[in-house]
Structures are given as structure tokens and as C-alpha cells.
């Protein structure tokens, strides 16, 4: 069973769908640590409601941003983790972590990536009166949002479709999708091949996840 780590900024929904995902036994892994750089993220409250040991790491405690990482790396490196989740973890990081952990670590991002990568992906989508909005789960490296691609959760963006709307469909794909994901990784039926930066899928995979249609 994999140990798993989750790095969270805010109200942690995906965190707690994560938890009980394992609950359930929908993932081969547990989640052995929850790391904040917010020490009033919402998603610690999550984190202790179901006994998960805690850790912030406050990024406003360093002066410079290569303190923070370092300190965040030693906290890692001890714990021997197989898996790095970012769910909503809103800080970019250094090379010193993205490259030590290239291939533990995921994040979930708002978007059909390599559109909008960054902040306010919603608001960007209906903007620009896109057809279809989703999210991205990708393995994270130096550059922002732009690791090699696991799987992404795609849904039709309707004409009644508000900004609270469309957020609200989205967490929807997001709680459904990111587990799933999870468990294969778990299964080590996907995995990066770090050489060639290749996402590779088991033959065990009844499809390749690349993209799921979601009818929200």
C-alpha cells in the first residue's frame, strides 16, 4: 500500500474526497500526511476530522522563497512518501523539490491544460465563450502547470452556465476524476518514465484516461 501525502492551501474538498476514496478502499494507498503552507486553510480542520497527521509549513514564516523550499524538502525527504498530491496547493515551487520528487508528485489544475495555466481559469473560460471547460492531472516539473499529462475530466460549458455554476460543476469532475486517478498510481498502472518524459499506462487500464467526458 502506498503512502501518500496531500499539500493543500485552502478549503481541502479534495482532500477529503481523497480520504474517503482510501475509506473505501477505492484506493490502494493511505494518507499518511497533510501539508499546508496556509495555517488557516480550512482543509487542516478536514485533515483532523478524520485523524491525519498535519504539518504547516507557512510560507509567510521565510523571507525567501528558497528557505521555504528547503524546509519543505528536509519534511518530505523524511517522511519517504511514494506519493505527492497537490490539491489545491497555491505555491509555486523550485527546482530543488520539482526535480527530487519528478515523478512522486502530481498537482490537480483547473483547466484543459496547456489552456490557462495559472490562476482564474473559470472566469478565462467563460470569457472567451469556450465550449468545453475541465480540469488537468499532470505529474509537476519546473515549469508551471506543464508536466507531462496524466488524465483530464472534460465538460460542456452551458449557456446558463455562471462562474458559481461552472465552479461548482468542476469540483464535481474533480472529486470524481482525482481519486481514480490516484488508485492507478497506486496500482502502478500509470507511472512516468522519467528518461523519455512519457506517462505510461498498464495494459491493465480499461482506457487510457487521457480525456473524460463528464455531462454536468
Do not use: W
Not at 480540469?135 to 483530464?152: C, K, N, R, T, Y
Request: net charge negative; hydrophobic share 40%; proline share 4%.
Amino acid at each position: 500500500m502506498k503512502k501518500i501525502a496531500v499539500m493543500i492551501s485552502g478549503s481541502g474538498s479534495n482532500l477529503e474526497a481523497i480520504v474517503k476514496a482510501c475509506h473505501e478502499k477505492n484506493i490502494y494507498g493511505e494518507i499518511v500526511y497533510v501539508i499546508s503552507n496556509n495555517p488557516d486553510a480550512y482543509g487542516i480542520e478536514r485533515a483532523k476530522k478524520y485523524n491525519i497527521p498535519v504539518k504547516v509549513i507557512d510560507h509567510k514564516s521565510y523571507t525567501d522563497r528558497n528557505d521555504f523550499d528547503d524546509a519543505l524538502k528536509e519534511f518530505l525527504d523524511n517522511l519517504e512518501i511514494d506519493l505527492i498530491i497537490l490539491a489545491g496547493f497555491m505555491r509555486i515551487l523550485g527546482k530543488n523539490i520539482t526535480e527530487k520528487f519528478y515523478g512522486k508528485m502530481i498537482n490537480l489544475h483547473p483547466s484543459l491544460l496547456p489552456l490557462y495555466p495559472g490562476l482564474n481559469t473559470h472566469t478565462q473560460a467563460l470569457n472567451n465563450k469556450d465550449d468545453y471547460h475541465g480540469i488537468s492531472i499532470h505529474f509537476v516539473s519546473a515549469e508551471l502547470d506543464a508536466g507531462p499529462l496524466i488524465a483530464q475530466g472534460k465538460i460542456p460549458v452551458k449557456a446558463d452556465d455562471g462562474l458559481e455554476k461552472l465552479v461548482s460543476k468542476i469540483h464535481k469532475v474533480e472529486h470524481d476524476l482525482l481519486p481514480k486517478v490516484i488508485n492507478e498510481l497506486c496500482m502502478n498502472n500509470i507511472y512516468l518514465n522519467c528518461e523519455t518524459n512519457k506517462v505510461m499506462y498498464s495494459d491493465n487500464l480499461d482506457s487510457k484516461m487521457s480525456v473524460t467526458y463528464f455531462n454536468y
